[in-house]
């Protein structure tokens, strides 16, 4: 399989949470992250919006980003 990522994607197990422009938001646990985007766990990613907020308290990381694909329980974004 051919890596299309600019940035190598670190392991990593860290909660977070999403929020939302306008409100709302869910926890997320990162899988890994790069300087690019992420992969996340989270429990449904239905409705999700075009773009919103990744929090990351224990690395004071807070990154605006938009989801680039998902499955079942899983979405990967990217940081802009």
Known sequence: MNEK????????????????DGGGGME????????????????????????FVLFVETDRLMRRCRPV??????IGVAFH
Do not use: M
């Not at 990522?5 to 939302?20: D, I, N, Q, S, Y």
């Not at 997320?28 to 773009?51: F, K, M």
């Open 28 to 51: 997320c646990t990162v899988r890994n992250i790069s300087s690019g985007g992420a992969q996340l766990d989270v429990a449904n990613p239905l409705g999700l919006p075009q773009s």
């Open 69 to 74: 694909w998902c499955s079942q329980s899983q």
């Open 5 to 20: 990522r600019t940035a190598p994607r670190h392991r990593v197990l860290k909660h977070g949470t999403l929020t939302f």
